[in-house]
């Protein structure tokens, strides 16, 4: 047979003897003292898993005689020795270690070793395996909030804090929120270090809310591979809030009628005050003509030549006290509209004070609310307090320029100046 194929091999051009030809089915005697030319390792396992306080203890063997030989490691984990002389592998997997993060459970770590020839450096072998750690002992990750457990908060605040984890045997792979009122418009947590983020809205406590406080409890839950959970709650007292952008509305609607309702009681206070100043120049003249006709009388009565001259002013004082009820008849004095001119006056100072002292001190002024009130409680008295008075709108007679004017008219503010005696 062997003859066969070497013919064969002969005529493809191979020139091969038939003792070199072994048949596929047959195992070639490897004489004795045969020498392997190549450095190998022959017992190395690829892959180790350990139990963390157990003990690893290996012989590991090459096709030499170990005498001329040296073992070593490379970027080995913590703990992996080798003995140089004979490559016994040893290594114990104490707990101190994971405790430490020096090493971790359910992680391949590769271990690159070799071994050298002392008296050749040229003959060597570089290999590796992996090992890796596991444990039947759990410990659950942990949630640890950047908060803590109770919080206060108002309407109209942000809520902002982040979810931490602490890691134990197995990481965090996902979270879930739970709350015990559903809320909206919030930021999701699905992983570690992300940040929760919730606008509490102005509705959120209910106008039939006795306590005027609503608790919002937040269940942050995780879960490992293995689904072993933790939970941790985060509470929220809230509380009610200023919608600061509605209230700083209403504010300037209040304070604009309020200055309106001001302007318009200084119309008022003109006009009546203009009338009484009319009156009071008509009684005047009154006065003066009749003083004059009688006084004249007088004069004529007394240096007459003749007797028409002389009866002429005996008639004249007679005529000048008959001005007197023609004065009260045309120019009736106008007490009740002296005092309206300054009950008036006395309320437009009072509401200028009041729109003065409560302006808003930016758009986040904490009194907001308490400002609004006290304007439309003013405005409510004044309104209440001049009923009664007919207020004088606009017209093209007089102005609000005029009136503007006229009330801060130095004589006027003098007039209507209380006296004290």
Known sequence: MNKILA??????????????????????????????????????????TLHVDSTLNYDIDINRSTENYFWYLRNSPVGVQIDKNDGKLLFKAEKSYFKSGKLKYDQEYKVQLGVQNLQNPTERVDTSFMIVFYSTEINASRLKPSVSGNQFVEEGDSVRFKIQCENGSFPVEQI????NIPISNYKQIRNCDDEFLWMVPFDFIRDDDTTK????????????????KDTAVVKLIVRPGINYPIRNVEHKRVSDELEKYVLTLKLTFYVISKSVKNNKKTRTGFDITGSTTALAGTVISTSGSTDASKNF????????????????????????????????????KRLEYLVSENRLVGDRDPDVLLKTKRMQDEMKQARTQLNDLPLVEYDENFTAEDAEKYFKDPKVNKKYKLKVS
């Open 213 to 228: 406080q609503r608790i919002l409890n937040i269940q942050f839950v995780s879960a490992d591979k293995f689904y072993n």
């Open 7 to 48: 013919i064969c091999f002969l005529y493809m051009g191979i020139n091969v003897s038939a003792q070199e030809i072994v048949p596929v089915d047959t195992l070639k005697v490897v004489p004795e003292g045969y020498l392997d030319s190549t450095l190998r390792i022959i017992n190395l396992n690829p892959y180790f």
């Open 313 to 348: 002013g005996k008639i004249l004082p007679s005529v000048g006290l008959t001005l007197v009820p023609v004065k009260e008849a045309v120019a009736p004095n106008k007490i009740q509209e002296q005092n309206t001119a300054t009950q008036v006056r006395a309320v437009v």
């Open 176 to 179: 879930t929120l739970n709350t």
